[in-house]
């Protein structure tokens, strides 16, 4: 009975330690995996200008690391594309926007929901100073 109750005391160790270690991997994972990531407010220089003033498009630039590491490029700031691609990033990601201050800015009302739906993912999004 005492070998049984040793043996027990001894099994239950060993699993709360593989259990601790396991958790501490995938904490370890998910942190090396979200990084920085830039948003960028610019101009497509060579559309075709509606008034002539270029296209106003959003760039989203990843990681030397990561992939895709393309950038990946929206028309509009407050696409389903855009929020798709910015809440299925890595939880603990930053997301900084980088607006342009030559360029009309974007609603607050646009960039507060935008900021909403990534915190409920687990991703910050910080907006740059205006250059």
Known sequence: MKNIVLTLICFSLVLTCL???AAEITLAAAKDSAKDYHLVQTQMLDSDPAGGTPLTVYVLLFPDDTRPNRPQVFKTFD?????AWLIGLPRGSVVHY?????LPPVLPA??????AS???KGVSFIESPVN
Request: hydrophobic share 30%.
């Open 118 to 120: 990534c915190q409920k």
């Open 79 to 83: 696409s389903k594309e855009m929020e």
């Open 98 to 102: 980088d607006a342009n201050g030559f």
């Open 110 to 115: 646009k960039l507060e929901a935008l900021k």
């Open 19 to 21: 259990t601790f270690s």
